[in-house]
């Protein structure tokens, strides 16, 4: 199976600019290409990812991969799909930034094997030294404005904001040009791969390069990353889910992904992995036989985050899920714990008040919401429906003590399956 193929039975070859002469070139031995990702953050989310894996896929074939990071076009923004202008970053941001996404970027991509060891680019390297004139001179005398405004990204900010686009924003994709022209002078690179928004900015690069060094270089796009209903995958009611674990946690990251719409299982288990179409449909053919046992989206999750966080991590967000499962709580640490308590209601309490005697259970489930009164709670816990840290209770004139806190202050309460709440004492 060739690059292409796989990219094809994986649903990630949206469109490419002369794809029989690509196929061609791909024939004749391995090419270099491109994917830019621009540090607008000190981390890259599940948004990147698909590039990310490309270069990877391509990195697998024997090809050779760049990973460009955007010193210079993040200080000016992509308007790609954005409804309103980035705020500018600072020359100290962006270097932050960069220093956050470079250890991520090393997680996909092999910088020490010898065949074909992928590379790491900084286009300010390159854009810094131009002076203005120069640089109007040298790209921009070789595009046209009215194939600029043509493009999808300029056209739709033009046509929806009042303010329309600023001339900053109506340059980047100059910028993004002018690095394929330097990145096919400078190291033969032929390729660059990016999402379909990518296109209009990809485009330019082909067209300045074929004119400046009458050189052939592609472009080829594929899919954004989308759910079934069309919303951009990758964002949560808080926000994008960021590759760094201090923004998201590994149990956070890990329960994105269990959490998938069967819907949308296949495509991403098609697009975030590296299992192979067997394992692949297997997991499809498991999730319409069984959906319930989510097998699909289980083996997603641990994929992405074993890849992004590591065994370590992989095996402390399993925990920390099957605990939210009804498991047992025996050996578990503290920080693993940490991780459920901000996924579950929680109430704080007075320590002084755990003190022996204790406080009355009833009074307790009233107090997190679990029961609607004591008389319903007593009900609940004479019919085996309620759980202390995940042990199931049975005695209605139980009481919680300081004896039985978690780490010294917490108590996990649950109803039922999966109906919990927290007490967190002080």
Sequence with gaps: MTI???????????????????????????????????????????????????????????????????????????????????????????????????PQLAKFLDFEVRSNPARLVNNYDWTAPVGVLEFLRDVGKHVSVNAMVAKDSVRSRMETRDAGISYAEFSYMLLQGFDFYHLRKTYGCELQVGATDQWGNITVGTELTRRKLGATVWGLVFPLLTKADGAKYGKTADGAVWLDPKRTSPYRFYQFFVNADDADAGTLLRTLTFLEREEIQDLEGALQTDPGARAAQKALARELTRLVHGEDALAAAVRASEILFGGSLEGVSEEVFGD???????????????????????????????????????????????????????????????????????????????????????
Aim: hydrophobic fraction near 35%.
């Design 340 to 426: 459920v308590v901000g996924e579950v209601p929680t109430t704080e309490f007075e320590k002084t008040k755990l003190a022996s005697p204790g406080v009355a259970l009833p009074e307790v489930l009233v107090h997190v919401g679990l029961c609607s009164s004591r008389g319903q709670a007593r009900k609940d816990i004479e019919g085996g429906g309620i759980y202390l840290n995940n042990e199931r209770l049975a005695d209605a004139v139980r009481r919680i003590t300081s004896n039985d806190l978690l780490f010294g202050k917490y108590v996990l309460l649950r109803k039922g399956k999966r109906t919990y709440a927290m007490l967190s004492v002080r």
């Design 4 to 102: 292409l193929d796989e990219l094809r039975w994986r649903g990630l070859l949206a469109d490419c600019t002369d794809l029989d002469a690509l196929t061609k070139r791909l024939s004749e031995g391995p090419i270099t290409l491109y994917a830019g990702f621009d540090p607008t953050a000190d981390s890259l989310h599940v948004g990147n990812l698909v590039p990310l894996f490309a270069l990877r896929r391509f990195q697998l074939h024997g090809h050779h991969p760049i990973a460009l990071a955007g010193g210079s076009t993040g200080m000016i923004g992509d308007p790609s799909g954005k409804p309103d202008e980035r705020n500018l970053l600072t020359p100290d941001q962006l270097s932050r930034n960069l220093d956050g996404i470079r």
